[in-house]
């Protein structure tokens, strides 16, 4: 007997988005899940990755929680990058009943690796490189891949990052800008930087006048012997390179991150000068007007980066990523029996999502305009500095890291049913 067709989706992309994805709508039985991704296997060019209750939360929906160790986040400080003077300390409980993970900085593989344990053989596609999606009348949609060959699916997730070519079609309007922000990124044994001074002892951040650095823990000292450690300078003022500005996860020398911090405290530029050359690498950050809409054609919806290229503030990308994911599973089991089952999902998702990055971007406005006062009011450079610090850790962020996505959901349901 031939059962019921089964609706496929075509995810594109296998970050953190597109795995949970899959992981998510891998259990709804009336779909058939395909991952495509362009590298020819899995691969993940960043360092660490901060993981707080809200990843915790979708982590343990995903059924991925376990595997995900790294260094506790409990102590934070801010120093002056010129001087080292301690300008802020946070101090979060390491863990409790509620929150028995607590904040840690985790290597982006032990992540990828989590997720990927839980993806069901032979889901994932690799050496597939989305290059044209095409809406089919009646059918669904095409994907094209660089290899010149074809898929058509029911439904696709674009969940291929920010330069995403789902997003490009969909909306070929919206560009991209170089912002001049580049990150360094690098994983050093802690033991090469023992020697110096505060530098492994907490969480920190050196704030200058035109970059950062900071530095974390990433692995779990019981597990582990040599643990490694996180160093990622930041720089504002990068130069474009004509015809080549994607840099993204390619090798940098020292010399080149360290001019970055030429002026900076001596122990920024001993924890520096203790990495091997050729063992950093760059990632420039690009950025684009926000998108008020992140599903379109009723059949294809934008996840993670791919929806909003937030170039990683809040350092939670990954986890909405992931959130968006669970809740795009929940919105098609909901709806499986709908007239329009797809297109109902898909507005359930926008309905839910849309406007949580939205209250993100307003933060991100609210803390620029902040800035900026601050900023045109001082002229000290310590003064300029603490706003800057204060500014940074401006306002409640529980929205965020806090987020329960369980719950977010629930009260969806519970808003529909008394017709809110
Ligand atoms: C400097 C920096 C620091 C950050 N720190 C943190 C942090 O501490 N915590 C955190 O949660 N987030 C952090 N983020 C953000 C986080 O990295 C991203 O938000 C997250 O990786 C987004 O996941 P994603 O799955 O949407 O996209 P991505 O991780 O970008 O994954 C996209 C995937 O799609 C694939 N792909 C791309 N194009 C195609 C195509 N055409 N066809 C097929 N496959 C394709 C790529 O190979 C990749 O595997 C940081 C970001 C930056 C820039």
């Known amino acids: 007997m031939v059962g019921p067709a089964l609706t496929s989706v075509a995810i594109v992309g296998g970050g953190p988005g597109g795995l949970g994805t899959a992981i998510a709508l891998s259990e709804l039985p009336f779909l058939k899940v395909t991952l495509y991704e362009k590298n020819t296997e899995p691969r993940e060019a960043g360092a660490g990755i901060s993981l707080s209750r809200n990843a915790w939360r979708v982590l343990d929906l995903l059924g991925a929680s376990n595997g995900v160790k790294g260094g506790s986040k409990s102590n934070t400080h801010q120093r002056n990058a010129y001087t080292g003077k301690i300008l802020n300390i946070t101090q979060h409980p390491e863990t409790s009943a509620a929150d028995p993970h607590g904040s840690i900085r985790a290597r982006r593989t032990r992540l990828q690796s989590a997720l990927l344990s839980r993806v069901p053989e032979g889901l994932i596609h690799f050496g597939k490189k989305v290059v044209s999606l095409e809406n089919v009348s009646g059918q669904g949609v095409r994907l094209v891949f660089q290899d010149q060959t074809e898929a058509i699916a029911d439904i696709v997730v674009g969940a291929d990052g920010i330069h995403s070519v789902v997003r490009r079609t969909l909306f070929p309007d919206h560009q991209l800008h170089f912002t001049g922000n580049t990150a360094f990124r690098v994983l050093i044994p802690k033991s090469r930087l023992a020697h110096i001074p505060d530098i492994t002892t907490t969480t920190s951040w050196w704030w200058g006048e035109a970059g950062h650095v900071y530095l974390s823990d990433v692995d779990d000292e019981e597990e582990t012997e040599d643990p490694f450690f996180e160093i990622t300078v930041r720089f504002y003022c990068e130069p474009e390179v004509p015809g080549k500005t994607v ?41 684009g007007p926000r998108l008020n809409k992140i599903t379109d054609w009723n059949k294809v919806a934008l996840i993670g980066d791919a929806s909003h290229p937030l170039s990683g503030a809040f350092g939670s990308g990954a986890t909405f990523a992931m959130e968006d994911g669970w809740i795009l599973a929940r919105a098609l089991e909901l709806t499986r029996f709908a007239s329009r089952p797809t297109r109902d999902a898909l507005g359930i ?50 929205f965020i890291y806090q987020n329960d996505i369980k719950k977010v959901w629930e009260d969806y349901l519970a808003a529909e049913q008394t017709g809110l």
Do not use: C
Not at 370 to 396: H, M, N, P, S, W
């Open 349 to 398: 998702f926008e309905q839910i999502r849309s406007p949580y990055y939205a209250k993100m971007y307003q933060h991100l406005d609210d803390i620029r305009d902040k800035t900026q006062r601050l900023l045109a009011e001082a002229t000290d450079f310590d003064v300029i500095l603490q706003a800057k610090i204060d500014t940074f850790l401006y306002g409640d962020k529980d």
């Open 247 to 287: 840099f993204w996860g390619v090798p940098a020398s020292n010399e080149k991150v360290g001019s970055r911090v030429e002026t900076f405290d001596q122990r920024i530029r001993d924890a520096i000068s203790a990495v091997t050359e050729g063992e950093w690498r760059e990632f420039a950050t690009f950025a």
